[in-house]
């Protein structure tokens, strides 16, 4: 309880500070080295105080706290952007002495501070500072002591959503209001918000010594049920979300395979180690980016797809000009020969990055995701994903069924020596093709290093699901492979919302099983090699 | 392995275990050859007799009314130009396809358009499809007692030891197609036309009334052709044999001038006699020069 | 034709004794190293001794000889039947779990919580036995259930994959499913079974301290006498003519149910029986290692047993046990003498086998047979 | 046919010679000891042992620097047990009864541990096990320089709940369903009981093995949050599947702030693989961490890099120091120092001269090796993740505190021994 008064007396005062217009900076260092060190609650203290006086360098300093950009030493106490040390108390530029120490804050502290900001933001003139600050304020419990500012911020507020947001705000700080018409009036108004902490709060009043007025309690029932409806929508769309997104990385590290395997028929079980080498070709590419080109950082994923595909096919080209094409119609040969060549893959990168996991960092832009609702987020990084998938099925079928190269592929996997009579380079194409479904396999290795680890077993992780979607969709049909990713993403992610995560995985496991009973041949049969043997 | 096989063979299955819940008593001996079944009569003489038969696919005739009887221990050879009907007529006699129109009997008394593919094998008819099929890691003699008729079951199997009679048998056909000397190569090891041979054997191990052979001796070198000419001459009379093939030299082996000939053409009987008369019939003449 | 003609057509390699004298004599030979040198080597002969057996060796070779019952279980299916499981080492895993739960329950009250319950179930706050571990104090019955279990698992699954004519690479692959969510089941501590952690730590067996040296050679000697027996079973069973039947199926499946054998009843029967060996296999191979738990039902420890097969050769019955024997043993040696390399060499050695040894280690001698074109199975 | 069966006896023949071979002594040389190293430097626990096997070389070859132990160098002896649990109980086997190894210093997860233990006390030998782990076990022939529980799970959920910590008052127990995380939380939940948390303000969730798609689970747990009064997370997920989660958790936009996480699996090396920033302020239990200033750790973390350096490790060029490292140090010299105190690599002796032990600790403090139930005394750090991948120290114990294997919180601990009993 102790933090909410603290917070609203910030905000008020806060609040009140903004109207008297003062002079940039009166924090003196005593204040200051208070405020920066010291334990937890001697510092909120010193910062409420410096609040208390409506200090007008106090948003600056705070800001600068929250950055984690203020140095201190015995007497002074420092603001470092860019080792640029300027004075916290003048704010005139000093030089930074070596003593000087990092202040580092802990959760407690950094929502305070947050809190005081978000206090002086309500009423800042940019919209996006104050729809920031409403948002902090949304997140945290209603508090009636909040009242005078926001009455304070809706009166300025021109942005209509943002009022009504306030509005509700409002509502919510009222909510347990003494009047029982305010109350009702804040009912009815918060029975129109999606905000889980509103419905959590509409909850708590329904609890038997909350609310008393009989009326109130139906409205309050009501509106809980209204809102939940709204949080109801989140939930689906998210499990919706989620289950396409699992579908689109399923149908990215099957695609290829669908071509090594479902095409040519090759068991190839080094497929994981290949979609490895894409991820650590994807954090060579990162690290490059880093050292040379620190600025263009965030473009580095655009280089880096192709270079995965490029690196991964040309390791794939190797392969099978090495070992797989002798052990052509011999599929369950592969199995093997691959088998061995993903150990020595794996082993390979241990010895060259080390055994531990390397770091992709996501491109800024791919952090943080859309609130679609107050309870729904689509990660940016998953978007893309679905979006590449997308575009990496589209181009493989493009190729696949309109271009001479697919042409000669589908000949010759179908009936090679008609196709050799005919004139195409058998060996060639196959080369070609495995390397085209080695550099697949290579970009969803790209695609995987934003979403998770980045080790050498990374493909081990991957390699049965994929091999469950090609077969499961049927060899060698690509709509059949779409179907099946999507499929299986939806039905894991749907069974993982009722019977947990394991249970899931199991229950699709048994589905494939007996699913393949019903349909030996997939969800699209095919008449070719790879469908006998 | 050819889907149709595939499916023959499935469905004959099928039948098998209709007959073993069926036929209790049959008990374990429930996989043998299944004579019992319905024994076709063969008082009349007449081991094949197609009448009337007509197939159509989507318009095209490939069948049109057609009509022929073979008897029984007859040989009869059937050429004509492609796509004159002679692999759908085996299909037609195998169960494979059902004619829209007419009848086929096996024997006087089995009605073969009631029949299931299975069942028509177990009567009595086997076909040698064009491929060879043989067991290519066993011997040339496991191939053939694996062909032997007798019980099929699991525990049986087992058990299972060669009789003095069951060798002799397998001897025999050994002999009949000239793989004696071969008897314990792998399949796998015979000339394209050894194998030929090795499966007409298997097919001759199942004791079948009716043969019929859909291009025995495609691939097959002039000398390998001639002795296989050789080994059907000594199976006439023991069985009857439907031979559809374009090699004429063949067929003037087959036939040594007196047996009957016939010819299909659009789906049904064009011409029928010996090789010189039907080479010699001029509307013959046309389908074959002609276009 | 003479009388004599057929009788001389007997392929003698098939027929009459299941064994050559020659092969008997080895046979004999090999039960004696098993059951009489090693056991003095360990027992009589002391340590300090160059002759002495350690028990390292022993155990190993303990291990080594399950996997071998294992690889010659793949063989039969895998090198004689055709099919490709990839999905056995769940069975491995079912028999040894099985075997385990016994030993747990032999643990009795010397467990951490001297409680009747498995320590396992202690964590779990479980108060009684999950009725799975109903009968596990009984030796009988879980001797039993190490047989029945995989027996009815793989009967069930095989029924119903042969019957829709599951073939080929698609079988490989359900079977792997099948392996795979076992595991993930057995992971759960729900399911009973101790989770990850498995079983450990086990005391004795039959009421006899299972760390005793003379308990461990008693082990050793079963196992060796087991893989035997099962050696002399498949060959009574490649040489009969179920076996031909068998690979009859393997070459040309749709002529086998052509000639009216009813390819399903066959395949079921080798799919149970290769189960129930394996089974039996994890059985023997859990109380020498003192450990069953989960991971030996992952996919990659099915996958490895396809592979002792490989390497030794299939369609041969030594091959597998040679293979088995091969493998394992470069593993161990690798893993302590080249610990940050092994996995290449294990890597190479099963690319260089596929590529140069289609019929894997005793296809160098087939090899030099085929050329004089003389029958070449074993 | 024949030949096969010739070869048939060859083999199985051959077994004999094949076992007699793996029995051959190497001779031990007298002027080493020889100390067994078993991580696993393949398989899926490769990604956190690899670095405990250069540690412990590092270990080595300081102590041989300084003169060895007894006068004799150290001489490490290292194997591969491949993640594969039962190969592990081979080749400890294979380490004691073939190399004679004196002691050995390995394992990571519970279920190795468990594996060899038989072995070690059958042939009674010496095992030190680094890591943190669910206590519920006192073996004689093992020391736990790791963690207990009540070591790092414990403070962990207190500070939670104290004020700095955000007066947590609901809490999420996430992990990774194996033993570990299943008999932590079973401690922790009935620790919150004992600090009058209810059941329906505590959430239980567990993902299998290398689970690597958090989005349900995360958005379980915002739902869960937005049930009212602070929410916490305390995540026993396994090292694997953390970056997975954390990056789950900074795209779906959930701060520190709002619900912070408690990690006890997520140090240093795990966080290597993550972008931190968006999971600045999440929380980790350790009892070191490498942010930890002071002398000792400064020199430990000076030749941790020089080793990597001239070992020519991967990790070189951005080395990391982390809880199991320190702990595979200490147990290193602490055996080292229990030898001179014994005069003898004795097993039993070595036990006894274990007793007591003490060792200036990277960590800062002074750890000591309780006189009875062979786990450490250690200090406690909670630290906040920092946009670096570092931890910010925000709270710590006074001192090194007692472990306690048997948890008080586990009704059936009642009454049990804090020391093994003797075998």
């Known amino acids: 309880m102790r933090r909410l008064t603290l917070r609203s007396a910030f905000i008020a005062l806060a609040a009140v500070l903004v109207m008297v217009a003062a002079p940039a900076w009166a924090l003196d260092a005593a204040q200051a080295r208070a405020i920066a060190v010291g334990d937890g609650d001697a510092r909120i203290a010193a910062l409420q105080d410096a609040v208390a006086r409506a200090d007008p360098g106090l948003a600056t300093f705070a800001q600068a706290l929250l950055d984690d950009s203020v140095k201190t030493t015995a007497t002074g106490v420092f603001i470092v952007h860019d080792d640029k040390a300027v004075d916290a108390v003048t704010g005139q530029p000093a030089r930074l002495p070596d003593d000087a120490e990092d202040v580092s804050n802990n959760n407690r502290m950094r929502g305070a501070l947050q809190t005081a900001l978000s206090g002086l933001r309500l009423v800042s003139p940019e919209l996006a500072t104050r729809r920031a600050a409403v948002d902090d304020l949304t997140k945290g419990d209603a508090d009636p002591a909040l009242l005078p500012v926001i009455a304070k911020a809706i009166a300025r507020e021109t942005d209509a959503g943002l009022k009504s947001r306030l509005e509700r705000l409002k509502a919510a700080a009222q909510i347990a209001a003494p009047d029982r018409a305010q109350r009702l009036q804040a009912i009815q108004l918060l029975s129109n918000s999606g905000e889980p902490t509103v419905r959590a709060l509409l909850q708590s009043r329904l609890a038997p010594d909350a609310e008393t007025d009989l009326e109130l309690r139906a409205a309050l029932a009501h509106a809980v049920t209204q809102v939940d409806g709204r949080l109801a929508w989140g939930e689906r769309l998210g499990v919706l979300f989620t289950g396409i997104s699992l579908g689109s990385i399923l149908l990215l590290v099957a695609l290829g395979l669908a071509i090594t395997y479902g095409l040519m028929g090759v068991i190839n079980m080094a497929h994981g180690e290949l979609m490895m080498i894409g991820a650590y070709t994807t954090w060579g590419v990162q690290n490059l980016f880093r050292h040379f080109a620190p600025g263009l950082f965030d473009a580095y994923i655009l280089l880096a797809v192709p270079a995965s595909f490029v690196v991964s096919a040309a390791v794939g080209a190797i392969l099978e000009r090495g070992v797989i094409r002798f052990l052509y119609g011999r599929p369950l040969e592969t199995l093997l020969a691959t088998w061995g060549i993903s150990l020595v893959l794996m082993q390979g990168v241990r010895s060259l990055f080390g055994a531990q996991n390397v770091e992709v960092e996501n491109p800024s832009w791919m952090s943080g995701g859309i609130a679609v609702t107050s309870n729904l987020v689509l990660p940016y990084n998953r978007l893309a994903i679905i979006a590449f998938a997308a575009l990496v099925l589209l181009a493989t079928w493009a190729l696949i069924s309109r271009t001479r190269l697919g042409l000669f592929v589908r000949g010759v996997t179908q009936n090679r020596r008609m196709a050799s009579c005919t004139g195409i380079n058998t060996t060639r194409i196959d080369t070609l093709a495995f390397a085209l479904g080695a550099g697949i396999a290579g970009m969803a290795g790209c695609a995987l290093s934003q979403v998770g680890n980045v080790g050498p077993d990374l493909g081990q992780s991957y390699i049965v699901d994929s091999f469950m979607v090609v077969v499961l969709g049927g060899v060698g049909q690509l709509a059949g492979t779409v179907l099946a990713a999507l499929g299986l993403g939806l039905m894991n992610k749907m069974l993982e919302g009722i019977a947990g995560a394991v249970l899931a995985k199991i229950f699709v496991l048994i589905f494939i099983v007996v699913f393949i009973q019903k349909r030996p041949q997939g969800l699209f049969a095919l008449k070719g090699r790879s469908a006998e043997s | 392995m050819t889907p149709d096989l595939q499916e023959a063979g499935t469905a004959l299955l099928e039948r098998h275990h209709q007959q073993a819940v069926a036929a209790a008593s049959a008990g374990g001996a429930s996989f043998g050859r299944l004579m019992h079944a319905s024994e076709p009569d063969f008082a009349h003489g007449v081991a094949l007799y197609l009448d009337e038969i007509s197939v159509s696919f989507d318009g095209f005739k490939a069948l049109n009314s057609l009509s022929l009887a073979i008897d029984v221990g007859e040989m009869r050879c059937i050429i004509g130009p492609n796509g004159a009907g002679k692999t759908t007529m085996m299909d037609v006699i195998t169960g494979k396809t059902r004619p829209d129109s007419g009848h086929a009997h096996f024997g006087s008394n089995i009605d073969l358009l009631r029949l299931r593919e299975p069942q028509i094998v177990s009567a009595g008819i086997c076909r040698k499809f064009q491929k060879p099929t043989v067991y290519e890691e066993l011997s040339v003699f496991e191939n053939l007692e694996l062909a032997l008729q007798n019980d099929r079951g699991v525990r049986a199997a087992l058990f299972a030891r060669l009789s003095g009679p069951q060798r002799e048998r397998i001897a025999e056909i050994l002999q009949l197609v000239h793989l004696l000397p071969e008897a314990h190569r792998i399949a796998g090891l015979l000339s394209h036309g050894q194998k030929q041979w090795l499966e007409i054997g298997m097919l001759l191990a199942q004791e079948p009334v009716l043969l019929l052979l859909d291009e025995p001796v495609a691939g097959m070198t002039d000398e390998e052709t001639e002795r296989t000419a050789e080994l059907f001459l000594t199976l006439v009379g023991k069985h009857s044999l439907v031979v559809v093939e374009h090699d004429m030299k063949f067929v003037d082996m087959l036939t040594q001038g007196r047996r009957k000939v016939t010819v299909l053409h659009e789906g049904s009987v064009l011409a029928e006699g010996t090789l010189a008369e039907v080479q010699s019939n001029t509307q013959v003449i046309d389908v074959y020069l002609g276009r | ?378 | 046919m024949t030949t096969s069966r010739r070869s048939f006896s060859l083999t199985l023949g051959a077994l004999a010679a094949f076992a007699s071979l793996t029995s051959m002594t190497p001779a031990q040389a007298a002027d080493t000891i020889k100390v067994g190293i078993l991580h696993s430097l393949s398989g899926t626990m490769a990604i956190s042992e690899t670095v405990l096997k250069d540690t412990a070389l590092m270990t080595i070859a300081e102590i041989n620097a300084k003169g060895g132990v007894l006068g004799k160098q150290l001489e490490p002896v290292v194997v591969d047990p491949a993640s594969n649990w039962p190969l592990f109980a081979e080749k400890a086997r294979q380490l004691i009864t073939q190399d004679k190894v004196a002691v050995v210093f390995g394992c990571w997860t519970s279920v190795s541990r468990k594996s060899v233990l038989p072995v070690f006390e059958e042939l009674n030998s010496l095992l030190f096990y680094p890591v943190q782990y669910e206590g519920e076990e006192l073996s004689k022939n093992v020391f736990y320089t790791g963690a207990a529980p009540n070591q790092q799970a414990i403070p962990a959920v207190e500070y939670l709940m104290s004020k700095d910590g955000g007066s947590a008052k609901r809490f999420v127990l996430l992990g990774t369903d194996y033993v570990y995380p299943r008999t932590t939380n079973k401690i922790l939940r009935s620790f919150l009981h004992s600090r009058g948390v209810k059941d329906e303000d505590i959430m239980e969730e567990y993902t299998p093995f290398g689970h690597s798609d958090y989005q349900s689970i995360i958005a379980k747990i915002k739902k869960f949050a937005s049930e009212g009064k602070k929410t916490a997370v305390v995540s026993t997920i396994n090292g694997d599947s953390n970056v997975p989660f954390y990056k789950e958790l900074g795209n779906q936009g959930i701060k520190a702030t709002d619900v912070p996480v408690v990690a006890f699996s997520v140090g240093e090396e795990e966080l290597r693989g993550v972008d931190a920033k968006p999971l600045v302020g999440h929380l980790a239990a350790w009892n070191y961490f490498m942010s930890i200033k002071n002398p000792t750790n400064a020199a430990f973390i000076k030749e941790w890099s020089d080793y990597a350096k001239s070992a020519n490790l991967a990790s070189k060029d951005k080395p990391l120091t982390n809880d199991p490292m320190e702990a595979t140090y200490i147990g290193i010299h602490m055996w080292a120092q229990a030898v001179e105190k014994a005069k003898s690599t004795d097993t039993d002796k070595v036990i006894a001269a274990m007793a007591g032990q003490t060792f200036k600790a990277p960590g800062g403090f002074v750890s000591t090796m309780d006189p009875k139930n062979h786990h450490l005394h250690k200090p406690v750090f909670i630290g906040e993740i920092k946009p670096d991948g570092q931890f910010n120290v925000v709270w710590k114990t006074p001192g090194p505190i007692k472990a306690q294997p048997w948890s008080p919180y586990i009704p059936e601990d009642k009454g049990k021994k804090d020391e093994p009993e003797k075998k």
């Open chain 3, 1 to 378: 034709m003479t009388p004599a003609a057929p009788v001389q057509l007997l392929p003698e390699s098939r027929r009459g004794l299941l064994l050559g004298v020659r092969g008997w004599s080895a046979v004999i030979g090999v039960l004696a190293v098993i059951a009489v040198l090693i056991p003095l080597l360990n027992l009589a002969v002391p340590a300090g001794n160059p002759l002495h057996l350690g028990d390292y060796g022993v155990a190993l070779v303990a291990k080594i000889m399950c996997y071998a019952i294992c690889a010659l279980a793949m063989d039969l299916i895998w090198g004689y039947t055709g099919i490709l499981s990839l999905g056995h080492g769940l069975y491995f895993a079912l028999g040894g779990y099985a075997m385990g739960m016994y030993l747990m329950r032999q643990i009795g009250h010397d467990g951490n919580y001297r409680s009747d319950l498995p320590d396992f179930m202690v964590f779990l706050d479980w108060k009684a036995m999950p009725w799975t571990w109903a009968g596990s104090a009984s030796f009988v019955f879980q001797m039993i259930l190490v047989v029945a279990v995989p027996a009815v698992v793989s009967g069930v699954f095989g029924w119903f994959a042969f019957r829709s004519r599951i073939k080929g690479v698609y079988f490989s692959i359900i079977t792997q499913a099948l392996t795979f969510a076992g595991m993930l089941l057995f992971f759960r501590n729900e399911t009973g079974f101790g989770g990850n952690n498995g079983f450990t730590d086990f005391k004795r067996i039959l009421g006899i301290s299972i760390a005793a040296p003379s308990t461990r050679m008693v082990l050793f000697v079963l196992t060796g006498l087991t893989l035997v027996a099962f050696y002399l079973l498949a060959r009574a069973i490649v040489n009969s003519k179920y076996g031909r039947v068998l690979q009859a199926i393997r070459d040309a499946e749709s002529r086998v149910m052509f000639t009216g054998y009813d390819p399903l009843k066959y395949k079921l029967s080798i799919w149970v029986l290769s189960a129930v060996m394996c089974g039996i296999a994890g059985a023997l191979y859990v109380p020498q290692v003192g450990i069953i738990n989960p991971s030996e039902m992952s996919p990659a420890a099915s996958i490895e047993m396809a592979i002792w097969a490989a390497v030794g050769g299939r369609g041969t019955l030594v091959g597998p046990i040679v293979g088995a024997f091969f493998v394992n043993g470069a593993k161990s040696w690798f893993t302590q003498a080249f610990p940050e390399f092994w996995l290449y060499f294990l890597g190479a050695l099963f690319i260089a086998v596929t590529l140069f040894l289609p019929r894997g280690i005793m296809g160098i001698k087939d090899r030099l047979k085929k050329e004089k074109g003389v029958e070449v199975k074993a």
